[in-house]
């Protein structure tokens, strides 16, 4: 290796002002934090409002100062609704774990200095920026917040005021909100592309590369062909709402008693532009979940990861699957039952390698010296959240299950289960486990395993009493769950899942101070707390500027070679050489 | 044609500390370490510009797909209101001009690989010219529709009309400033052989979509 570490040479100088060290910085480890500090306010906003929603179905007629007229509205119950899905699934679980994590870690897994666009990589996050004040600034303006979901379904979304009160300026803020988060997505992806084609370190083939790096590679490339697709389609919906034209607004159509100007649009039209996008949306938020549990499953069981290639080609077949399923969203659209059926054999198709990753997640436990760090219990519940949430996918998936259970509270169980709660899990195990990297102390582990056992129990108490709301037909954007008898029959349940969700949501507070607490007065990390073998624990904590100091490592064996038989420590990082290597025999 | 160039500029790159690849196994980049300057300063491969705009490339055709789908979803639909036109003639001229473009930045672009920087200079300039024409032409195209009362908002052949040409006429001026910027300003962490090999693959396929469009909205109204 170079000998030339720290003496100066090198070219990648830390800017000294504030504001290009801490604001408009190039360097993706500042970005990765600004990414991440952005899908942690989002999450306390996308929180309270899932609070304040659960909160009304248990108390509809309550007084609330903050709303005006005291009691809230249908069409206000609907804007949390929208708000809170649109902010979860694009400023959080979009942002955290790709341009997070992503962001921080890629690069440094791959022994590359940076992304290989740095100043794209700013620019994807201002971006980014801009988009979750173009949706805050939503709550503010005259109308209120949009009330057509996180999908923003037509004709709803295109008519402007008269369909609601929301549906003014709130609903043009929502759409270019998206359209720009589109936009920075896309120049994520193209640096994220790039960055693992062209920068890994000599010798980081792509069979040795850690699985999050997979996760983060696959993703890229879902939002590449993904994002491209909603924008088309908001920019199309934008100007049926501002320019008068037809695309999504069928003729004919009587809102409020007024005729509408509009002529042949095709509201079904945005539907499948929004799900072409849609579907690979839900994986790009749950996929590099999958390559941080890969990773913690191995590095704290002390085993290599079960069948590492499978792993690998089992994402690559997700991301490609899960191109061809949009219409499992749409099975009840009137589509030809032939479509429904290629629809659903495609959709229950991803069952196959999603199964492969299970079973090899458990593959990589079993026999393995487990050790219950707080990474690995979220790790570990995210497969457990995986597993639950995707089963009910395949009753979903077959139409005529669907055909009862479609806008129920059961599609709302399946995805949160599967996609919300398993991707924050995700979240929280790659927070645990990288901490000590990012910020050079350790988090309260006693902390951090009260928040996850309160955690786990609470997304369980909160999610799985909604399937058998939805099975009994409780239907899903209702304001009020006690307007009919059956559906008032249910209202124990309600009662039991808003306290749940009270009570989780407290929980996450223990996280909040754990960070910030252990920011200043967690005990100090050093390099590699966790006995691990990636790149980044090879560098200080936290990495310096160019992350290897100038002496950037070159590659030697695969990511995951944990207790290899014959040598005395049960790790070997992948920059060992094989002559280094055998000193440790 | 990737690579080509960048061996012009190896001195450039600086290759730094050996290593070799050691077993690359069907790895297409990792094993590479010409990104690492003497004294381990980063430094992007010049591979990584032409990466970058392959990527870049496969994004804006999900994008312009997404929309020529939905232009055959909506022109399909019962009672679509679709009342065809013939497109402005001028379309025909600024289609020549465009492919005409392709082959002078083609030329340009052979004449800097083969060291001529006065031949380069030349050929870029018309390319761009004849880029700038091209939009000029768009915009012609626009006001004689305006002229035969055919807006945005009067039926979805003619909305389409314009958010195509727009789409395209956005993406091709971007196109016209990169090459405006590589004519006169230096690029300091692109090589020149990069900047034009990495513009004209844009270029290209900017010229080769509008063909595509132009057929579809001759062909497909
Ligand atoms: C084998 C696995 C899976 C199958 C078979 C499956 C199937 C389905 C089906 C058929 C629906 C439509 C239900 C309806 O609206 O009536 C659905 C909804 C949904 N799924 Fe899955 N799914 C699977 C895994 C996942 C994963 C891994 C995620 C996310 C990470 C996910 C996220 C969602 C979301 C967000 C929705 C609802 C969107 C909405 O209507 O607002 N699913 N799923
Ligand atoms: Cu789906």
């Known amino acids: 290796m170079s000998s030339h570490a720290h003496t100066g040479h090198a070219v990648v100088v830390e800017p000294s002002g504030f504001i290009r060290k801490y604001i408009f910085s190039i360097d993706h480890k500042v970005i990765g934090i600004q990414y991440f500090l952005l899908a942690l306010t989002a999450v306390c906003v996308g929180i309270v409002l899932s609070l304040l929603m659960r909160f009304h179905l248990?108390?509809?007629?309550?007084?609330?100062?903050?709303?005006?007229?005291?009691?809230?509205?249908?069409?206000?119950?609907?804007?949390?609704?929208?708000?809170?899905?649109?902010?979860?699934?694009?400023?959080?679980?979009?942002?955290?774990?790709?341009?997070?994590?992503?962001?921080?870690?890629?690069?440094?897994?791959?022994?590359?200095?940076?992304?290989?666009?740095?100043?794209?990589?700013?620019?994807?996050?201002?971006?980014?920026?801009?988009?979750?004040?173009?949706?805050?600034?939503?709550?503010?303006?005259?109308?209120g917040a949009p009330i057509s979901g996180w999908t923003g379904y037509t004709p709803l979304s295109g008519m402007g005021e008269v369909t609601g009160p929301g549906e003014g300026?709130?609903?043009t803020l929502w759409i270019v909100s998206i359209s720009l988060f589109c936009l920075a997505s896309l120049l994520g992806a193209l640096n994220?592309?790039?960055?693992?084609?062209?920068?890994?370190?000599?010798?980081?083939?792509?069979?040795?590369?850690?699985?999050?790096?997979?996760?983060?590679?696959?993703?890229?490339?879902?939002?590449?062909?993904?994002?491209?697709?909603?924008?088309?389609?908001?920019?199309?919906?934008?100007?049926?709402?501002?320019?008068?034209?037809?695309f999504f607004l069928p003729a004919g159509l009587v809102v409020n008693d007024q005729l509408q100007p509009h002529s042949g649009g095709s509201p079904l039209l945005w539907q499948h532009l929004f799900w072409f996008f849609g579907h690979p949306e839900v994986y790009i938020a749950i996929l590099p979940g999958m390559g941080v549990a890969s990773h913690v499953l191995s590095t704290f069981s002390r085993k290599p990861v079960f069948g590492y290639r499978a792993m690998a080609m089992a994402l690559c077949a997700i991301g490609f699957l899960g191109f061809m399923v949009w219409g499992h969203h749409m099975f009840l659209s009137g589509m030809s039952p032939y479509s429904g059926f290629a629809f659903s054999v495609l959709t229950m198709s991803i069952g196959v390698p999603s199964a492969i990753k299970t079973f090899n997640w458990i593959g990589t436990l079993w026999g393995?010296?487990?050790?219950?760090?707080?990474?690995?219990?979220?790790?570990?519940?995210?497969?457990?959240?995986?597993?639950?949430?995707?089963?009910?996918?395949?009753?979903?998936a077959q139409p005529a299950v669907d055909n009862m259970l479609h806008a129920t509270y059961y599609v709302v169980a399946h995805f949160h289960l599967v996609m919300g709660v398993a991707a924050i899990f995700g979240i929280f195990s790659a927070t645990y486990f990288w901490f000590p990297k990012m910020f050079g102390r350790m988090m309260s582990e006693p902390l951090a395993k009260v928040h996850f056992w309160i955690t786990f129990a609470g997304a369980y108490c909160i999610f799985m009493p909604m399937h058998f709301i939805g099975i009994a037909g409780g239907i899903r954007r209702y304001a009020d769950a006690t307007g009919t008898n059956y559906a008032?029959?249910?209202?124990?349940?309600?009662?039991?899942?808003?306290?749940?969700?009270?009570i989780t949501?407290?929980?996450?507070?223990?996280?909040?101070?754990?960070?910030?607490?252990?920011?200043?007065?967690?005990?100090?990390?050093?390099?590699?707390?966790?006995?691990?073998?990636?790149?980044?624990?090879?560098?200080?904590s936290p990495p310096p500027i160019d992350n290897f100091g100038g002496d950037y490592p070159s590659v030697y064996r695969g990511p995951y070679e944990f207790s290899v038989p014959g040598y005395r420590q049960d790790f070997i990082p992948q920059n060992l050489t094989p002559e280094q290597a055998a000193l440790l025999k | 044609m990737p690579g080509s160039t960048v061996t012009d500029e190896v001195e450039l790159i600086g290759t730094g500390k050996g290593g070799g690849s050691s077993g690359d196994d069907g790895s297409f980049g990792g094993g590479g370490d010409d990104w690492k300057g003497p004294s381990g300063s980063a430094r992007v491969p010049q591979r990584a510009y032409v990466t970058g705009m392959t990527i870049a490339l496969a994004g804006i055709l999900m994008f312009f797909m997404a929309l020529v789908s939905a232009y055959i979803v909506r022109k399909g639909m019962p009672n679509?209101?679709?009342?065809?036109?013939?497109?402005?003639?001028?379309?025909?001229?600024?289609?020549?001009?465009?492919?005409?473009?392709?082959?002078?930045?083609?030329?340009?672009?052979?004449?800097?690989?083969?060291?001529?920087?006065?031949?380069?200079?030349?050929?870029?300039?018309?390319?761009t010219i004849l880029g700038i024409f091209f939009l000029a032409g768009q915009v012609i195209a626009w006001r004689q529709l305006a002229a035969a009362g055919l807006f945005l908002s009067t039926n979805p052949a003619s909305s389409f009309f314009y958010v195509f040409t727009a789409a395209h006429g956005l993406h091709l001026l971007g196109g016209v400033l990169a090459l405006l910027f590589i004519a006169f300003r230096p690029t300091h962490r692109l090589t020149k052989g990069t900047a034009t090999e990495v513009v004209s693959m844009y270029w290209h396929f900017m010229d080769g979509l509008w063909v595509f469009l132009f057929l579809l909205l001759l062909l497909g109204r």
Do not use: C
Request: hydrophobic content about 55%; glycine content about 10%.
């Open chain 1, 505 to 540: 949501g407290a929980a996450q507070l223990i996280f909040l101070f754990n960070f910030f607490w252990s920011l200043k007065h967690g005990a100090v990390a050093g390099k590699n707390p966790w006995n691990a073998t990636t790149l980044e624990w090879i560098t200080d």
């Open chain 1, 368 to 396: 393995g010296k487990i050790q219950f760090k707080s990474p690995m219990l979220f790790a570990l519940g995210f497969v457990s959240l995986f597993v639950s949430g995707g089963l009910s996918g395949l009753f979903l």
């Open chain 1, 169 to 171: 300026m709130g609903q």
């Open chain 1, 192 to 246: 994220f592309i790039a960055t693992t084609i062209d920068l890994r370190a000599p010798g980081m083939t792509l069979f040795r590369m850690p699985l999050t790096v997979w996760g983060w590679f696959v993703t890229a490339i879902l939002g590449l062909l993904a994002f491209g697709v909603l924008l088309a389609g908001g920019i199309l919906l934008l100007l049926d709402r501002s320019a008068g034209t037809s």
């Open chain 1, 488 to 502: 008032a029959a249910l209202q124990p349940v309600h009662v039991f899942m808003t306290y749940a969700a009270f």
């Open chain 1, 58 to 143: 248990v108390y509809p007629g309550a007084h609330l100062p903050f709303v005006s007229g005291g009691i809230m509205t249908p069409e206000q119950y609907l804007a949390l609704v929208t708000m809170h899905g649109t902010i979860m699934v694009f400023f959080v679980l979009t942002t955290a774990p790709q341009g997070g994590f992503g962001n921080y870690f890629l690069p440094i897994q791959i022994g590359a200095p940076d992304m290989a666009f740095p100043r794209l990589n700013m620019l994807s996050f201002w971006v980014t920026f801009l988009a979750f004040v173009a949706i805050i600034a939503a709550f503010v303006v005259p109308g």
């Open chain 2, 80 to 127: 679509s209101a679709w009342v065809p036109f013939n497109v402005p003639r001028i379309l025909w001229l600024n289609t020549l001009i465009l492919i005409a473009s392709s082959f002078t930045l083609a030329r340009s672009r052979s004449r800097f690989l083969a060291n001529d920087s006065e031949g380069f200079r030349h050929w870029w300039g018309v390319t």
